[in-house]
């Protein structure tokens, strides 16, 4: 955060996950007006099974980008186009099996799916939504990493705002032009092109990459490492709805899908900060400072957690009446359940409090350490999903992700205090003690100033007041015991 670069990668990803977050509310509620919430669930559900594709990636994506932090900060630019040969060697590999398997998906799902949907209707639907992975994987993620990774990321950012606004403004016209489904998702697929062009020009404009170069095939080597880390993360993603569309329905799915709305757009702020951080913090850890390392992961910390708690706690109040008021009007499904929405944004808090230690681990290339927990994670999340979704539903697997991410946050707690010298668990649930006992404290206050009439105007005018006497509460926390922390804030903020 010291540096012009950093600021600039924060304002254009917060930017982009701003639009994001705008387009992600807009699309949803175009397809469930125009075709109902079986068809949004639909889009949900074989978007999910085609994201399946990620683990034969097996984590290479993390693996390159730390594999880049030394050469660049070296210049080693043999060492760089190496590096990059492979992953785009690798990637294109996905691309051709990726092509494989959307037709795979494309002829099985329509022949189990007992929704009443016909088999060419699903089958076409599945070709279109897999295009934006396949020009990814053929064409993008090599130049994406490379930029990721030299903290470039306004670049990743601009790009994409630019996608996802003509998005928007394609969705509209589509519809009222002709409303179709596939059409729709045709013009998204399509536009993914523009990376593609942008990153390609501004890679070889800036960079001195040889793609003739010998491939450094250690690397792939290296990648089972990252495949338990892949794993877990993908099962955190995609666990949900894929059990909710075994066990349940699509109508069900919709209704996840609506509420994770939320923590989604609240997850995709954070990875946009976290993305613009982490290489600092990786950077630091590949120079051996650990003095900078300590200060740069208590800040860290801090940040993650009054932003965390406060963004979390507003959405676990605030959730189920702004679904309410968002599928007012769609009667096909019952959108009202105040229990899910409270779990699974509990979920996704655990899942965002223990990042600042997740990037430091990845950028030292601990993958292989990391393995084994980020399996006992995932079996414990599909377990307990599994076996509580019968009886409970949506609140089911909720459940089982709590329990997935309360274990694997205590273990990254304890790993972090392996690799950093001097480095005590205390400083991280002393933060932790310290925030829930004030959420707690300002639950109670808001329960005497409960939100009855749901309405536009009460919802914006209590998420003020709810805001308020949360931003005074941490505020206050912050001032009486984290002085050190705002000390390094300071710094960083006058460099």
């Known amino acids: 955060m010291k540096s012009k670069v950093t600021l600039i990668n924060i304002i254009s990803s917060l930017t982009l996950q701003v639009v994001t977050v705008i387009s992600g509310f807009i699309i949803p509620k175009i397809i469930l007006t125009n075709f109902g919430s079986s068809v949004n669930g639909l889009v949900s559900s074989l978007n999910q099974f085609l994201s399946y594709i990620t683990l034969i990636e097996g984590g290479i994506t993390g693996v390159v980008l730390a594999n880049l932090y030394k050469p660049l900060v070296d210049h080693d630019d043999k060492k760089i186009s190496a590096v990059l040969v492979t992953a785009k060697k690798f990637f294109n590999k996905i691309g051709y099996l990726f092509i494989a398997y959307s037709m795979g998906v494309a002829v099985v799902y329509p022949i189990l799916s007992k929704e009443g949907f016909s088999w060419s209707f699903v089958a076409s639907l599945t070709v279109v939504l897999s295009l934006n992975l396949l020009i990814q994987y053929l064409f993008s993620l090599s130049f994406r990493v490379l930029l990721q990774a030299d903290k470039k990321l306004y670049v990743i950012s601009f790009t994409q705002i630019i996608i996802t606004v003509c998005n928007i403004v394609f969705a509209f016209l589509s519809v009222k032009i002709y409303p179709s489904i596939h059409l729709l998702k ?286 005074v509460l941490y505020l206050i926390l912050s001032l009486l015991m984290f002085k050190k922390e705002i000390r390094y804030l300071k710094e960083y903020m006058l460099k």
């Not at 690397?219 to 794993?231: H, P, S």
């Not at 946009?272 to 990786?282: C, D, L, N, S, Y």
């Not at 972090?416 to 707690?440: C, D, E, G, I, P």
Request: aromatic share 14%.
């Open 186 to 471: 045709l013009l998204t697929g399509l536009l993914y092109i523009i990376q593609p062009l942008v990153y390609g020009y501004f890679v070889k404009k800036h960079y001195n990459i040889n793609w003739t170069a010998e491939p450094d095939d250690s690397l792939l080597k290296e990648r089972w490492n990252g495949f338990a880390i892949n794993c877990a993360a993908f099962i955190h993603n995609s666990t949900d709805i894929t059990i909710l569309t075994i066990f349940t329905n699509l109508a069900t799915v919709s209704i996840y899908g609506i509420y994770t709305l939320v923590t989604n757009g609240l997850n995709g702020l954070f990875a946009a900060v976290f993305r613009a951080i982490a290489p600092t913090v990786g950077q630091a850890y590949a120079k051996g400072d650990e003095h900078e390392l300590n200060k740069k992961l208590d800040l860290f910390e801090f940040i993650t957690f009054i932003t965390v708690y406060f963004c979390f706690t507003l959405s676990g109040l605030l959730i189920t009446p702004f679904v309410q008021l968002y599928t007012k009007g769609v009667t096909d499904a019952d959108y009202i359940q105040p229990l899910f929405g409270v779990l699974i944004v509990v979920a996704e808090g655990l899942y965002l409090i223990k990042e600042p230690h997740m990037d430091l681990s990845y950028s030292a290339n601990k993958f292989k350490e990391l393995a084994v927990p980020a399996f006992i994670e995932a079996g414990i999340n599909i377990l307990v999903s599994i076996t509580l979704v019968h009886k409970l539903g949506l609140v089911g697997v909720a459940i089982g992700t709590i329990a997935g991410m309360t274990y694997r946050m205590a273990y990254q707690i304890h790993f972090t205090t392996k690799m950093v010298k001097n480095r005590k668990q205390r400083v991280f649930y002393k933060k932790l003690l310290a925030f829930s006992f004030v959420t707690v404290v300002g639950v109670g206050i808001c329960h005497f100033i409960p939100l009855i009439e749901v309405t536009v105007w009460n919802w914006v005018l209590h998420a003020f007041i709810y805001a308020l006497i949360f931003g």
